[in-house]
């Protein structure tokens, strides 16, 4: 089955600094990939996805994720942490054909340092 | 559009209860997904529709619960007997078409059996 591993649950930030969320996916084709990201009390919202075309894509707030199929790897990076990125984001899956069941992984949650 | 919307946002109740949980997709899209979400299993697909079938129920987790979509505007996720491990969150979300893949969450439900 599709899945994505995300790793570190928590990631601190200052800000101004760097942000890379990591995401990994066991696929042998390429999936549909996406980066949602949830506020406090909040339903999810689309930040990117990719979808077979260009392998760097760009997304809201400034953020952006590489696909890099030599390393299954769609990790989710902004070069300048603001705090209103603090949330938790989660990156998602769908097979690119066979069903459309979007699964999640477990979520990393941001929090960036004044 | 008013974007997907679920009712009630929080609701309280008693074991054993029955609980009745709604959502209104955003017009036009076909597909219909609820997820549970909870600290310690993180965001679960429960089940998903598309043109109101159900297409993969696997991830409900017994016959406690059972979700319905009688139209293309509304559906239910219903739990009977309810019991306190199903306290968590509940998020409806919609999306257009198999391509075009964003998914639209609404604010959630939260539950809370005592």
């Known amino acids: 089955a599709q899945s994505v591993t995300q790793l570190g649950s928590h990631v601190s930030v200052s800000e101004g600094a760097l942000v890379l969320l990591r995401c990994n996916y066991s696929s042998s084709v390429p999936p549909y990939l996406f980066w949602y990201v949830q506020y406090p009390n909040q339903g999810l919202q689309l930040l990117l996805k990719?979808?077979?075309?260009?392998?760097l894509v760009k997304g809201i707030n400034g953020f952006e994720a590489e696909f890099k199929k030599s390393e299954t790897s769609f990790h989710l990076t902004k070069p300048s942490a603001h705090m209103s990125d603090a949330a938790e984001y989660f990156c998602?899956?769908?097979?690119?054909?066979?069903?459309?069941?979007?699964?999640f992984g477990t979520g990393t949650r941001l929090t960036i340092i004044p | 559009d008013a974007g997907v919307i679920q009712s009630p946002r929080h609701e309280v109740t008693e074991m054993g209860q029955e609980v009745t949980l709604r959502c209104k997709p955003i017009?036009?899209?076909?597909?219909l997904f609820w997820y549970r979400q909870t600290m310690m299993r993180g965001l679960e697909l429960l089940i998903y529709?598309?043109?109101?079938?159900?297409?993969?129920d696997s991830g409900m987790p017994e016959d406690r619960f059972s979700a319905k979509m009688p139209n293309a505007s509304f559906s239910t996720l219903k739990i009977q007997p309810s019991e306190p491990r199903d306290s968590a969150v509940y998020f409806c979300?919609?999306?257009?078409?198999?391509?075009?893949?964003?998914?639209?969450f609404g604010q959630g439900t939260r539950l809370t059996v005592v």
């Open positions: 990719y979808t077979s075309a260009a392998t």
């Open positions: 998602a899956v769908i097979p690119n054909f066979g069903n459309e069941k979007l699964t």
């Open positions: 529709f598309n043109n109101n079938v159900p297409i993969d």
């Open positions: 979300a919609s999306s257009l078409d198999r391509m075009n893949t964003e998914a639209f």
């Open positions: 017009s036009g899209h076909d597909y």
